[in-house]
T-cell receptor, first 114, second 113 residues
């Protein structure tokens, strides 16, 4: 099935550093979601974006819905050890009578070194 | 309020058997969607149910099926299990209308041997 392009695939950073990751699509999306997944657990919603250009923060996390509606980025400031995990972006092309069908990026695996 | 609840959390089945997984959505949510997560394929959409009707379906064989009950609880069934069906099966719930987000359960780990 269709997947989003997400980069980087993995990253190793020092505690306290800022992190940036992004997602791109060949299709125009009307919704972007960002999730974090810990090992053995389900993805947990971090930020939801609904309008092109929208910039939303959730604590140390900031995400933006790209103006072209084909991309989104997630920034994490001042990383801490509990930020370790896999970050997924998810997008939906359009809402129609056939309901919702989100497509997911392959994930960015974040490791934080003390 | 309580989150999305999935049962069982872990199970092991033999090739050729069938399996039923259960999901209780967040109270008030009418949409339940199912996803398969594997290391190789990532998160893949299986299907979505809304008000007891399958509203959308991903690209999976007919061995994968589901249903939703009047209380919005949902089950998915996989028949004639194959080794490649080993995966984390995630249920997600939402209010099911435009602009909604989806909230995941912890998943059911299925191992087929």
């Amino acid at each position: 099935g269709q997947q989003l392009n997400q980069s980087p695939q993995s990253m190793f950073i020092q505690e306290g550093e800022d992190v940036s990751m992004n997602c791109t699509s060949s299709s125009i999306f009307n919704t972007w979601l960002w999730y974090k997944q810990d090992p053995g657990e389900g993805p947990v919603l971090l930020i939801a974006l609904y309008k092109a250009g929208e910039l939303t923060s959730n604590g140390r996390l900031t995400a933006q819905f790209g103006i072209t509606r084909k991309d989104s980025f997630l920034n994490i400031s001042a990383s801490i050890p509990s930020d370790v995990g896999i970050y997924f972006c998810a997008g939906q092309e359009s809402w129609d009578n056939y309901g919702q069908n989100f497509v997911f990026g392959p994930g960015t695996r974040l490791s934080v070194l003390p | 309020k309580a989150g999305v609840t999935q049962t069982p959390r872990y199970l092991i089945k033999t090739r050729g058997q069938q399996v039923t997984l259960s999901c209780s959505p967040i109270s008030g949510h009418r949409s339940v969607s199912w996803y398969q997560q594997t290391p190789g394929q990532g998160l893949q959409f299986l299907f979505e149910y809304f008000s007891e009707t399958q509203r959308n379906k991903g690209n999976f064989p007919g061995r994968f099926s589901g249903r939703q009950f009047s209380n919005s609880r949902s089950e998915m069934n996989v028949s004639t299990l194959e080794l490649g069906d080993s995966a984390l099966y995630l249920c997600a719930s939402s209010q099911g209308v435009s602009g909604n987000t989806i909230y995941f359960g912890e998943g059911s780990w299925l191992t087929v041997v």
